[in-house]
């Protein structure tokens, strides 16, 4: 194995997760709750009581943002760099690593980037124009430009450690 230039693992912010995933599953949650008891009940109050497949349908709606929150939560954004290789993956949505031959790659910068207005956000973005970026936080990533005309941005917080072993890495390339 090459020895390790550099390694950084990163997870996006959990604290707007939290408040997010408490509004959306209360918001579904109460009503299905509800529901169970208004259907469990012998005399529900109210005209309108849940049926069965709204108790269903909301149901597996609570189950659907549980399900989702929980990827996010265990979303984590991970690079490394070789003497021969830079890698990523983004488990648990792509848990098999990306590898980049510093062969493939035409040149490559570190710059401040926009997540909303150049990407729509941050995660596993893909734009036509702009290529592809993986990040979930800050606003300086690693920017790739491949000798297939691809681009692909790579978010990072240890801006300078980065730059640094980019440069060991293009160094053994030439």
């Not at 009503?31 to 169970?36: A, L, S, V």
């Not at 597996?60 to 290789?85: E, G, N, P, S, Y």
């Not at 430009?145 to 692909?152: A, E, P, S, T, V």
Request: charged share 30%.
């Amino acid at each position: 194995m090459k020895k390790l230039l550099f390694k950084e693992e990163q997870e996006f912010d959990k604290r707007w997760l939290w408040l997010l995933m408490l509004v959306a599953v209360s918001a579904a949650a109460i009503p299905f709750f509800r529901g169970i008891y208004f259907l469990t009940a012998e005399n529900p109050p109210g005209d309108n009581p849940m049926t069965t497949e709204g108790l269903v349908v909301t149901g597996v709606t609570v189950l659907v943002m549980v399900v989702l929150f929980v990827l996010l939560f265990r979303a984590k954004l991970k690079t490394k760099i070789t003497a021969d290789k830079l890698s990523v993956c983004f488990p648990p949505f792509i848990r098999k690593w990306k590898d980049i031959d510093p062969s493939e790659i035409e040149k490559y910068e570190l710059r401040e980037y926009h997540p909303k207005r150049e990407y729509g956000g941050r995660g596993i973005k893909r734009r036509l124009l702009k290529g592809s970026a993986w990040t979930v936080a800050g606003r300086i990533g690693l920017q790739l430009y491949l000798k297939n005309g691809k681009r692909f941005l790579i978010g990072t917080q240890k801006q300078q450690a980065l730059e640094h072993a980019m440069q060991k890495m293009m160094e053994k390339e030439d």
